[in-house]
C-alpha cells in the first residue's frame, strides 16, 4: 500500500470517529440552544398576553388555541397558588400537516387586579428531533464524503511535493549496482530529514564499493600474484620432465597437467576480475559475422577430427562497438562450449542477425540448468577439465556490454543467444 | 649468442638459465634493475628477457634506455600481465615480443628463436635441418629442394618441433603454441596426435630425414 493511501486510511477511520462525536455534542447542544430560544420566545409572549389581559379584558375568555396559539382559562385561587410555571413538548393536530406534530407549551398562572385566578398555555412549534437527526446525518455524510475528498487532493499535492526528495532517492537506489557504479550522488534537498537519511544511505554505499572494490582488487592481485610460482613450478617440472623416462616422465607430466589446468583457472579468474573492474574499456568496431567465420575456421580441425559439421547463417551484418579481446574471448568460450559439449558427429547452428548471433549445439539429449549454467564454477558432469568459468566470463562480457546471453534448449539443440542492446 | 635474462625471481631465472644453457646459449643474469642496467652499458646482447616487474624499478624503463643508446639488442617482454595495453605498449617501445607468465620453455626457445633468426643478416628467415628447409616468411618447407605440400596448422607444428630439436616438447605446449586459446582441454590431446600422424605421414612420404617420436602421455620429440 502506498504511503499516500496509509495516510488517508488513518485519516478517514480516525475522522469517523470524531465527526461522530461531534455530531452527537451538535445536536443536543443545538437542541438546548432550540429549547432556550423557543422558551425565551414563549416567555416573551406571556408577558406581552398578561399586559394585554390586563387592559382588555376580552381576551380572558379566549379558552381555546383556534386560530392563536395561546388558550386561557380561569382556575380556582389555591390551585393557582399551588402550581408552578412549566415547560414541556406535546403533541397537537396541526391542520397544514393533518397530523400531530410536536409543539413546545408553556403553561403558567396569572391573576387579574380583581384577584381573579386563570390558567395560561401558550404553544409554539417545534423542531422535530428525528427530522434535524435525519437532517444532521445526511449532512454528516455529505460533510465526510467532502472531507475525505479534499484530504485526498491535497495530501495527494502535498505528500507529493514532501516526499519528492524522497522518491527521487528511492529511484537512486533502484538504478543503483553495486560493482558497476563506482560512486552513489544521492539527490539535494534541503528537508532535515531527507538530507540525514540521504547521507547515511551515501555512506552506507561508500562504505560497500570501497570493500566491494578492495575485494575484486584482492581477487586480481592474487590471481596475479599467483602467476609467478605457477610459472616457476611448471618450468622446474618440465626441466625435470627432460631427464626423466617411462613411469616418471608420466608422473610428472600428470602433475604438470594440473598445475596448468591452476593456471587456467587462475587466468579467467583474473580475466573475469578485470572485466568486472572495467579495464577493458577500449571499443573499436567488430564485424561478428567476420570474427565466427574466422573462429570457426581456427577451430576446423578439431572439428573436422570430431565430425562435427558447422553451419553458419548471415542473416544480417552484425557489426557492433565491442571491446576486441573480449569479443574473441566470448566467441572462443561460446564456441569451444559448442565443442566440448558436443558429440562426434555432431552439429553446431550459427546464425547471425541484425543484434544477436546464436549458437546452438547437439549434445546432452536433455535441457542444461539455464539457472546454474553461468554461475562460476558450474560444470556439467561429463567435463573435468573445464575450468567452468568459461560461461560464467562470455556472461560477464555480455553484461559489460549491456547485452544479454541466454539458454535454451530447443529442436534438440543447446541454444546461446547472445544479444546486444539496440 | 649471447643471453641476458633480467628477472627478479630466483627460481625462474634459473630455469630459463638452466633450459637455455642447453641451447648453447652463453647466458648472463641480471637480478634487479640496478644490475641489468650495469650490464646493458657494458655489454652488447643478442637477446635479452626483460621481467617487466621489478622490485626496483620498471623493465619497460630498461627497454627506453637501451633504445635511447641506439642498442640493437633484442628484447623479448616477460610479464605477469596479460594485458593489451601492456604488450602493445611495449611493442611500440621497441621490444621484438611479449610473453606472459606462466609460460612453457619450449615457448620461450621458439620466440627467441625466431628474434634471433629475423636479426641474423642475409640469411632470410630460414632454418635448415637435416635435408628440410624451412622458410618462416613464405611458411613453406622444403624436403631436398622440392616443396612439401603443409596446412598453416602442420607448418607451425612442425616449426616447433625444429626450434626444439632433440628437446622433449610438452604436449599442452605445443597445443598451446599452435592452437592458442581454443585448445586446453585435455581431450583434445587424441586430435594432436592425430594430427602429427598426418604431417609425420606427407614427411615420410617426401623422404624428410627426421624422425617425430610420440612419448605417451607426456609429449613429443624430434630426432634427426
Request: proline letters at 2%; a negative charge.
Amino acid at each position: 500500500m502506498k504511503l499516500l493511501n496509509h495516510t488517508l486510511l488513518y485519516l478517514s477511520a480516525s475522522l469517523i470517529f470524531i465527526l461522530s462525536i461531534w455530531a452527537v455534542v451538535f445536536y443536543f447542544s443545538m437542541m438546548d440552544e432550540v429549547y432556550d430560544s423557543i422558551d425565551d420566545g414563549l416567555e416573551n409572549y406571556k408577558m406581552l398576553i398578561i399586559k394585554k389581559a390586563s387592559r382588555d379584558s376580552t381576551l380572558l375568555q379566549k379558552n381555546r388555541f383556534d386560530e392563536s396559539n395561546y388558550a386561557i382559562r380561569p382556575i380556582p385561587r389555591d390551585i393557582a397558588l399551588q402550581a408552578t410555571e412549566d415547560f414541556r413538548d406535546t403533541s397537537m393536530y396541526m391542520e397544514y400537516d393533518e397530523d400531530y406534530e410536536v409543539v413546545r407549551m408553556l403553561t403558567t398562572y396569572f391573576s387579574t387586579p380583581d384577584e381573579q385566578y386563570y390558567e395560561l398555555k401558550i404553544i409554539a412549534s417545534m423542531v422535530e428531533g428525528e427530522d434535524l437527526l435525519g437532517d444532521l446525518l445526511h449532512a454528516l455524510v455529505w460533510l465526510y464524503v467532502a472531507v475525505i475528498a479534499s484530504a485526498f487532493i491535497i495530501n495527494n499535492w502535498v505528500l507529493r511535493k514532501i516526499w519528492r526528495p524522497f522518491y527521487r532517492l528511492q529511484h537512486e537506489l533502484r538504478g543503483f549496482k553495486l560493482g558497476v557504479d563506482k560512486t552513489f550522488n544521492p539527490p539535494q534537498t534541503k528537508v532535515a530529514e531527507f538530507k540525514d537519511m540521504n547521507d547515511t544511505v551515501a555512506e552506507l554505499l561508500r562504505a560497500n564499493i570501497a570493500v566491494f572494490q578492495q575485494q575484486k582488487q584482492f581477487l586480481e592481485n592474487a590471481s596475479h600474484e599467483l602467476q609467478t610460482p605457477l610459472a616457476i613450478a611448471i618450468n622446474k617440472l618440465e626441466l625435470l620432465l627432460e631427464q626423466s623416462q617411462g613411469d616418471d616422465a608420466q608422473q610428472l607430466a600428470n602433475a604438470i597437467h594440473y598445475l596448468e589446468r591452476m593456471t587456467r583457472l587462475n587466468k579467467s579468474l583474473l580475466l573475469l576480475s578485470k572485466i568486472e573492474n572495467r579495464q577493458f574499456a577500449a571499443e573499436a568496431r567488430i564485424d561478428f559475422n567476420a570474427r565466427l567465420q574466422q573462429q570457426v575456421a581456427d577451430f576446423s580441425e578439431l572439428l573436422h577430427y570430431r565430425h562435427i559439421d558447422v553451419e553458419i547463417t548471415d542473416e544480417a551484418p552484425l557489426v557492433r562497438y565491442f571491446n576486441p579481446d573480449l569479443a574473441d574471448v566470448l566467441i572462443t568460450n561460446l564456441l569451444k562450449n559448442a565443442v566440448v559439449h558436443n558429440h562426434d558427429g555432431g552439429q553446431i547452428r550459427i546464425v547471425v542477425k541484425a543484434d544477436r548471433f546464436e549458437i546452438a549445439n547437439t549434445g546432452a539429449a536433455q535441457p542444461l540448468d539455464a539457472e546454474k549454467m553461468f554461475a562460476r564454477f558450474y560444470r556439467s558432469s561429463d567435463s573435468s577439465t573445464s575450468t567452468g568459468l568459461g560461461l560464467a566470463v562470455a556472461k560477464a562480457i555480455a553484461q559489460l556490454h549491456r547485452a544479454e546471453l541466454t539458454y535454451r534448449y530447443g529442436g534438440g539443440l543447446h541454444r546461446f543467444t547472445f544479444r546486444l542492446p539496440s | 649468442m649471447k643471453l641476458l635474462i633480467v628477472e627478479d625471481e630466483k627460481g625462474l631465472r634459473d630455469n630459463i638459465a638452466q633450459f637455455l644453457n642447453k641451447e648453447q646459449y652463453i647466458v648472463e643474469v641480471a637480478a634487479s634493475f640496478q644490475a641489468a642496467t650495469e650490464k646493458i652499458s657494458l655489454y652488447d646482447y643478442d637477446c635479452i628477457l626483460l621481467d617487466v616487474g621489478l622490485p626496483d624499478g620498471n623493465g619497460l624503463n630498461l627497454l627506453r634506455e637501451l633504445k635511447s643508446k641506439q642498442k640493437r639488442d633484442n628484447v623479448i617482454i616477460i610479464s605477469a600481465k596479460d594485458s593489451l595495453d601492456d604488450k602493445l605498449e611495449g611493442l611500440e617501445l621497441g621490444a621484438d615480443d611479449y610473453l606472459t607468465k606462466p609460460f612453457h620453455l619450449a615457448e620461450l626457445n621458439a620466440r627467441i628463436k625466431a628474434v634471433l633468426r629475423r636479426k641474423a643478416l642475409g640469411g632470410g628467415n630460414i632454418v635448415r635441418l637435416g635435408n628440410m628447409q624451412l622458410d618462416f616468411d613464405s611458411r613453406t618447407l622444403s624436403v631436398d629442394s622440392t616443396e612439401v605440400h603443409l596446412n598453416r596448422k602442420e607448418f607451425d607444428i612442425l616449426a616447433f618441433f625444429v626450434v626444439n630439436k632433440n628437446r622433449l616438447i610438452y604436449k599442452s605446449a605445443l597445443a598451446e603454441h599452435v592452437w592458442g586459446d581454443h585448445m586446453d582441454n585435455a581431450d583434445n590431446f587424441d586430435f594432436i596426435y592425430s594430427q602429427i600422424k598426418n604431417l609425420r605421414k606427407k614427411l615420410k612420404n617426401h623422404g624428410a630425414n627426421l624422425e617425430i617420436q610420440a612419448i605417451y602421455g607426456v609429449g613429443y620429440k624430434l630426432t634427426v
